[in-house]
């Protein structure tokens, strides 16, 4: 665990490190948010960053998600600082720790990022051929590509792998081919010199480099560029890579682990994929069955999030009824484990008393089961508005007169409200990159209709927290 501590933290930080140490982290401290990038930008690279409430929290969550670092971010301020830890977790922050530090609170935090990191949670027979593959492979430096669904746990195969790897004590660096622009990502595999090109204002160290002696997580590799490709299989071969505007080349110790959710067989075959590099990471293969194969998970990785999520949101915790139950074992779950994950996110949010029922899951399309879809939705989405009908058949009544655009922008909007805001989930679950999602979200907002912001969880988790007290 490698924490990040930026801001004087009034006077705390001592106590802080010193907690942080004595937990396993590697920690390291700067006092301004301007040096915190320059030291991401250098490769030190981090796995949470802990910030002052007095610096602009907001400016560090922009900064950091246009430059592509996927850190999450504490606050740290004083107990009587409750109006600006409001600001903070608006502001993107994904939790508030008051000050001084307390060493339970400090490690409980880091236990959660280091268990969200490494938790692979399954039960099902269809998952045991696959996770003791990963386990017997997980030592060696093989390259190894990971094949599902969007949604089924990809990347957190990939860190499973990396955990049990003699490489766990070193860095493991992910970086999403699909959601950076093909003109930027160069720069972020192999990264650039100081004036390289317009807006290179320092040296940046590229994820290959901060992932030296580590693990270097490849996903939705087919997203990238062709051109791209044939550096990428250089740098796999040689061991080393050319900085953009570098004049020598820089060795490298890695072991590549790539995704895809698509047929790379099928890609190779189409030209959209080379068939040389698909040879270099396909040494050994991995695939997740989708989780409507994978029926005994269902219910265990439910209580998986409700427990996650009424302890982030300080609910109580809640059980899921027998209804409940036997609605998720119905649903088809398109979006796979992390559909899943915003159904019980949003089921812990609305529902009330001691156990979860069908009406708050806000799921439709359930098989076999009619009694089940008659409650009452707990609002309107586009999405379950009967375009599927409780036997599962298509409905195309209620598409009837209306233009492919409007149809398409109420799919959208409903895919990114169920995802509670999430612009990068609703983005896998559609199957569309999540340059595309934005720019139809900024036409949708522009044109006038109500896109759920991506702050939403918070604003809805904090009126809960409010009823609920």
Same mark, same amino acid.
């Given at each position: 665990?490698?924490?990040?501590?930026?801001?004087?933290?009034?006077?705390?930080?001592?106590?802080?490190?010193?907690?942080?140490?004595?937990?396993?982290?590697?920690?390291?401290?700067?006092?301004?948010?301007?040096?915190?990038?320059?030291?991401?930008?250098?490769?030190?690279?981090?796995?949470?960053?802990?910030?002052?409430?007095?610096?602009?929290?907001?400016?560090?969550?922009?900064?950091?998600?246009?430059?592509?670092?996927?850190?999450?971010?504490?606050?740290?301020?004083?107990?009587?600082?409750?109006?600006?830890?409001?600001?903070?977790?608006?502001?993107?922050?994904?939790?508030?720790?008051?000050?001084?530090?307390?060493?339970?609170?400090?490690?409980?935090?880091?236990?959660?990022?280091?268990?969200?990191?490494?938790?692979?949670?399954?039960?099902?027979?269809?998952?045991?051929?696959?996770?003791?593959?990963?386990?017997?492979?997980?030592?060696?430096?093989?390259?190894?590509?990971?094949?599902?669904?969007?949604?089924?746990?990809?990347?957190?195969?990939?860190?499973?792998?990396?955990?049990?790897?003699?490489?766990?004590?070193?860095?493991?660096?992910?970086?999403?081919?699909?959601?950076?622009?093909?003109?930027?990502?160069?720069?972020?595999?192999?990264?650039?010199?100081?004036?390289?090109?317009?807006?290179?204002?320092?040296?940046?160290?590229?994820?290959?480099?901060?992932?030296?002696?580590?693990?270097?997580?490849?996903?939705?590799?087919?997203?990238?560029?062709?051109?791209?490709?044939?550096?990428?299989?250089?740098?796999?071969?040689?061991?080393?890579?050319?900085?953009?505007? !570098?004049? =020598?080349?820089?060795?490298?110790?890695?072991?590549?682990?790539?995704? $895809?959710?698509?047929? +790379? *067989? @099928?890609? /190779?075959?189409?030209?959209?994929?080379?068939?040389?590099?698909?040879?270099?990471?396909?040494?050994?293969?991995?695939?997740?069955?989708?989780?409507?194969?994978?029926?005994?998970?269902?219910?265990?990785?439910?209580?998986?999030?409700?427990?996650?999520?009424?302890?982030?949101?300080?609910?109580?915790?809640?059980?899921?009824?027998?209804?409940?139950?036997?609605?998720?074992?119905?649903?088809?779950?398109?979006?796979?484990?992390?559909?899943?994950?915003?159904?019980?996110?949003?089921?812990?949010?609305?529902?009330?008393?001691?156990?979860?029922?069908?009406?708050?899951?806000?799921?439709? !399309?359930? =098989?076999?089961?009619?009694?089940?879809?008659?409650?009452?939705?707990? $609002?309107?989405?586009? +999405? *379950? @508005?009967? /375009?599927?009908?409780?036997?599962?058949?298509?409905?195309?009544?209620?598409?009837?007169?209306?233009?492919?655009?409007?149809?398409?922008?109420?799919?959208?909007?409903?895919?990114?409200?169920?995802?509670?805001?999430?612009?990068?989930?609703?983005?896998?679950?559609?199957?569309?990159?999540?340059?595309?999602?934005?720019?139809?979200?900024?036409?949708?907002?522009?044109?006038?209709?109500?896109?759920?912001?991506?702050?939403?969880?918070?604003?809805?988790?904090?009126?809960?927290?409010?009823?609920?007290?």
């Amino acid at each position: 665990m490698r924490l990040l501590i930026v801001g004087k933290l009034k006077g705390h930080i001592g106590a802080a490190s010193r907690i942080a140490l004595a937990r396993g982290a590697k920690v390291q401290q700067v006092d301004e948010i301007d040096l915190a990038l320059d030291s991401l930008r250098s490769g030190k690279g981090a796995d949470l960053i802990m910030a002052d409430i007095n610096l602009d929290i907001k400016v560090l969550v922009n900064s950091l998600e246009k430059e592509h670092f996927c850190i999450p971010v504490v606050a740290c301020g004083l107990e009587t600082d409750s109006e600006p830890a409001v600001k903070a977790i608006k502001s993107g922050a994904r939790e508030y720790l008051p000050l001084p530090p307390d060493a339970e609170l400090i490690a409980a935090v880091l236990e959660t990022v280091a268990h969200e990191e490494t938790d692979f949670i399954y039960s099902d027979p269809s998952m045991l051929k696959t996770t003791k593959l990963a386990e017997q492979i997980a030592p060696s430096d093989a390259s190894v590509l990971i094949t599902g669904e969007s949604g089924t746990g990809k990347e957190v195969m990939a860190r499973f792998i990396h955990h049990n790897s003699k490489r766990k004590d070193k860095q493991f660096i992910s970086i999403n081919c699909a959601a950076i622009p093909e003109n930027l990502l160069e720069s972020e595999l192999f990264g650039h010199e100081k004036g390289a090109f317009t807006g290179a204002v320092a040296r940046r160290i590229g994820k290959f480099e901060e992932a030296n002696g580590g693990t270097l997580l490849l996903d939705e590799v087919t997203e990238m560029h062709p051109l791209l490709q044939a550096k990428l299989l250089r740098a796999i071969q040689e061991r080393e890579i050319d900085r953009v505007g !570098g004049t =020598k080349p820089v060795p490298i110790n890695i072991r590549i682990i790539a995704t $895809s959710n698509r047929d +790379l *067989e @099928e890609a /190779v075959k189409n030209k959209e994929f080379r068939e040389d590099l698909f040879f270099r990471l396909n040494v050994v293969p991995l695939h997740l069955p989708p989780l409507r194969d994978r029926p005994m998970d269902i219910e265990k990785l439910a209580d998986h999030f409700i427990k996650k999520y009424t302890q982030s949101n300080a609910l109580p915790l809640r059980t899921l009824s027998n209804t409940a139950k036997k609605a998720l074992r119905q649903y088809e779950w398109r979006g796979n484990i992390r559909e899943l994950e915003n159904t019980m996110h949003r089921a812990v949010l609305l529902a009330s008393g001691d156990s979860i029922e069908p009406e708050v899951l806000h799921i439709s !399309g359930l =098989k076999n089961d009619t009694a089940l879809s008659k409650a009452e939705p707990v $609002s309107a989405d586009p +999405l *379950e @508005e009967g /375009v599927i009908d409780n036997d599962d058949n298509f409905n195309p009544n209620i598409l009837v007169g209306r233009s492919l655009s409007d149809v398409e922008q109420d799919l959208i909007i409903g895919t990114v409200s169920h995802c509670l805001g999430n612009r990068t989930q609703a983005a896998h679950i559609l199957g569309i990159s999540i340059r595309t999602l934005r720019n139809k979200l900024r036409l949708y907002t522009e044109s006038g209709a109500a896109v759920p912001s991506p702050n939403q969880i918070h604003g809805d988790a904090a009126t809960m927290n409010k009823e609920a007290s």
